[in-house]
């Protein structure tokens, strides 16, 4: 059974700090590149960035260059999302992603976990 699970959201206050993480299992971890996405009320899915299944590429949306880091831990089939000098724009569900190398679409998703920056 493939499952996707996202942890380490919360409030936080605006220049403050998140890590999540996104364990994996039920299929070859170091056969898909995993992303990060976040819903924002009202709004539809953003793609954040993403870290390809080689772990040599990593990839952000331009809002979040510099401040968040995508890495990934293959032993423990575990990606994160690192995410520094939050604002309160950055509020939203996140969602973490797993798509095979062949693939042209994720095949896999999480339950999404909230992330709140106050100002």
């Known amino acids: 059974q493939v499952q996707l699970v996202e942890s380490g959201g919360g409030l936080v206050q605006a220049g403050g700090s998140l890590r999540l993480s996104c364990a994996a299992s039920g299929f070859i971890f170091t056969k898909y590149t995993m992303g990060w996405f976040r819903q924002a009320p009202g709004k539809g899915r953003e793609f954040v960035g993403a870290?390809?299944?080689?772990?040599?590429?990593?990839y952000y949306v331009d809002s979040v260059k510099g401040r968040f880091t995508i890495s990934r831990d293959d032993a423990k089939n575990t990606v994160y999302l690192q995410m520094n000098d939050l604002m309160p724009e950055d509020t939203a569900v996140y969602f973490c992603?797993?798509?095979?190398?062949?693939?042209?679409?994720?095949?896999?998703w999480g339950q999404g976990t909230q992330v709140t920056v106050s100002s």
């Open positions: 992603g797993a798509q095979e190398m062949s693939s042209d679409d994720y095949d896999y």
């Open positions: 870290i390809s299944w080689s772990g040599t590429g990593t």
